[in-house]
């Protein structure tokens, strides 16, 4: 069964860095599109980062870009999520996704599997 598992949230003052990682699995791992959404409290669920199965292609949203970066190791079947200068209003559960199709995606509608979520909160 394709389970994503998330790790790496915490607590972290503004201003600072931290990385989140999501170990996917299947053997078709490599072919697999990845993505990054966040649900903070009381709102809906939001579209953060996507990576293509290759690694090739990459796609942000616009209250990240510029600050998050997404990354792939498929040798180890890892997508990480790099977060720098964040804010409070990145408090969220981060949730980690798995496509069977290798081209990005910014819709939830095409990610097949889903993680249980790692909460990053964001102290001001």
């Known amino acids: 069964q394709v389970q994503p598992v998330e790790f790496g949230g915490g607590l972290v003052q503004a201003g600072a860095s931290l990385r989140i990682s999501c170990r996917g699995s299947?053997?078709?791992?490599?072919?697999?599109?990845m993505g990054w959404f966040r649900q903070a409290p009381g709102k809906e669920r939001e579209y953060v980062a996507t990576?293509?199965?290759?690694?090739?292609?990459?796609d942000y949203a616009d209250s990240v870009k510029g600050r998050f970066t997404i990354s792939r190791d498929n040798s180890e079947k890892m997508v990480y999520l790099q977060m720098y200068r964040l804010e409070p209003e990145d408090t969220a559960v981060y949730y980690c996704?798995?496509?069977?199709?290798?081209?990005?995606?910014?819709?939830?509608?095409?990610?097949?599997?889903w993680g249980q979520g790692t909460q990053v909160t964001v102290s001001s």
């Open positions: 990576i293509a199965g290759s690694g090739g292609s990459v």
């Open positions: 996704a798995q496509s069977v199709k290798p081209y990005t995606s910014t819709r939830p509608g095409d990610y097949d599997y």
């Open positions: 299947g053997f078709a791992f490599g072919r697999n599109a």
